[in-house]
């Protein structure tokens, strides 16, 4: 079974600080990490996903997340946050042979004048 | 090229009636998975499914709730007999495979908000 485990359900930053959005996994074999974003009354939009390969990926909108397996984090971070990055972010994992994501609860971030 | 289409947007219905949603893939998606997202929390699973063939249902609950993806025409989450509690936002996303193939990702609507009074 996998897992996710996002923690703080509220961030809040001022505009141009670090955004960082912690996200845990537990699975039982390599997995497939994704970042999505929700806009109010909006379906979920992709930012990024590892699969393979290089474990700093980098999506849209300037964010990027690193794959650590040793500490089976998938982090997301963005240099200076922007009022336009307020949403909800959702953490999601997917086994390699499986064909559903196992989403974290969300991070409401909060951005600040 | 539109993307996942999903109505109603918005559905209010009574105790006991039941409830239809639709989803419309993206073009060349022959993959449909629906997720519903209750109140503060994030997205279940809830069932994937290829053209007349239901893959995994594991997430979908044992009683009142089917989907269907006939060969033609969208994709229809049902519910039937709704209780309060069904009452979340149900999300349909597609792709052009499975996700197996990890090179693929979803693309999800916009969801229907269900409201059950």
């Known amino acids: 079974a996998q897992s996710v485990t996002q923690l703080g359900s509220h961030v809040s930053v001022s505009e141009g600080a670090l955004v960082l959005l912690r996200c845990n996994y537990s699975?039982?074999?390599?997995?497939?990490l994704f970042w999505y974003v929700q806009y109010p009354n909006q379906g979920l939009q992709l930012l990024l996903k590892y699969t393979t390969g290089a474990t700093l990926v980098k999506g849209i909108n300037g964010f990027e997340a690193e794959f650590k397996k040793s500490e089976t984090s998938f982090h997301l971070t963005k240099p200076s946050a922007h009022m336009s990055d307020a949403a909800e972010y959702f953490c999601a994992v997917s086994d390699r042979a499986g064909n559903k994501l196992t989403f974290g609860t969300g991070t409401q971030l909060k951005v600040e004048l | 090229n539109a993307g996942v289409m999903q109505n109603p947007r918005h559905l209010v219905r009574r105790r006991g009636q039941e409830a239809r949603l639709r989803c419309s893939p993206m073009k060349g998606h022959s993959h449909v998975y629906w997720y519903r997202q209750l109140p503060e929390e994030g997205l279940k699973f809830m069932v994937y499914l290829q053209k007349e063939n239901i893959i995994d249902e594991s997430g979908m609950p044992k009683e009142r709730f089917s989907a269907e993806f006939p060969k033609e025409g969208p994709s229809i989450l049902r519910i039937q007999q709704v209780v309060r509690g069904d009452s979340a936002a149900y999300f349909c996303?597609?792709?052009?495979?499975?996700?197996?193939?990890?090179?693929?990702?979803?693309?999800f609507g916009a969801g229907s908000r269900l409201t059950v009074l």
């Open positions: 996303a597609s792709s052009p495979t499975g996700l197996g193939s990890g090179a693929n990702v979803l693309t």
């Open positions: 699975s039982s074999v390599p997995p497939y």
